[in-house]
């Protein structure tokens, strides 16, 4: 995505999918997009995904591999999410050994089902883990920006001064490293979580913080399950003249709508029978709630 091609070109930002292959299929038709070489596509469009492709449905394999397509076709564009981070932390230092790969990737059980759909094409499978490391964490253009959980701005400061964007060993060892910067900036922006740190730490090397998912945006016009999200210690504040931020994370309910002049969620719970949910973004103009797509 450059600078040039944001000013002339159509975003449809597309919520978690998390396997659910016929939904997504069903959305990008209904957006316009047509199938061309194996790879959906629409003329003037981008499609943004807004990370966690995989886990909780049952196609993740197919979704993997449509959503690569279309990104190594230049008609899409992803930001990786909580789900793939989990992944890559749990199977990266394995790829060169197939069994150790699998049992890492098995590790979590929603994940089985990848191993099972490449059990005969697991360097695919690799392939595919591979060009995942290579997709970024967050994406700031002028005319908009996009993370999988929250949009904060001391975390990508402290990202891109890391010069992280990417999950490559030196981001994923600054994650590993619990509590560093980089581990509390990439957990914000990728997992939308905040520490809360006991008072006293310093005779305690095995201390554990209070880790918790954060309502961050700035208003509430639409409802969340209210047990697995806390408010934020003191909301982002985004200025009304900067980009628009798409996020996705939060397993919304309910009918779409922004949370902000200029933020707006796309994970409208696909994974637990809801709808998967685009905003096409024509840059340039307000955020409206009837450029929500269903």
Not at 102 to 116: G, I, P, V
Request: net charge negative; hydrophobic share 40%; charged share 25%.
């Amino acid at each position: 995505m450059t600078s040039t091609q944001s000013q002339n070109t159509t975003y449809d930002i597309i919520g978690d999918v998390h396997g659910q292959q016929e939904k997504l299929i069903t959305l990008l038709q209904k957006l316009g997009y047509k199938k061309e070489k194996n790879v959906w596509k629409q003329n003037g469009h981008q499609a943004v995904f807004v990370g966690d492709l995989i886990d909780k449905g049952p196609k993740a394999a197919e979704v993997l591999k449509t959503v690569k397509a279309m990104v190594e076709a230049g008609s899409a564009v992803m930001v990786v999410g909580n789900h793939e981070l989990n992944w890559i932390q749990d199977a990266a230092d394995h790829t060169s050994d197939i069994l150790a790969f699998m049992d890492a990737t098995e590790k979590h059980h929603s994940r089985r089902q990848l191993t099972e759909a490449f059990k005969y094409q697991i360097e695919e499978l690799i392939e595919i883990f591979n060009w995942l490391r290579n997709q970024p964490m967050y994406i700031d253009q002028p005319d908009l920006r996009v993370v999988h959980a929250c949009w904060d701005e001391e975390a990508i400061a402290t990202m891109k001064t890391a010069g992280i964007e990417r999950l490559d060993q030196i981001a994923l060892a600054g994650y590993r490293d619990t509590y560093s910067k980089i581990y509390l900036a990439i957990d914000r922006v990728v997992a939308g979580c905040a520490h809360q740190f006991p008072s006293k730490l310093a005779d305690n090397p095995n201390f554990r913080s209070t880790r918790f998912r954060i309502k961050w945006w700035p208003e509430d016009r639409v409802s969340i399950n209210p047990i697995e999200i806390q408010p934020a210690p003191a909301k982002v504040q985004l200025p009304k003249d900067q980009p628009p931020v798409f996020f996705g994370h939060y397993a919304m309910v309910g009918t779409p709508d922004i949370l902000g002049s200029n933020v707006a969620g796309l994970d409208y719970s696909a994974a637990y029978g809801g709808q998967l949910v685009a905003y096409r973004h024509e840059p340039g103009q307000p955020l409206d709630r009837a450029h929500f797509v269903t």
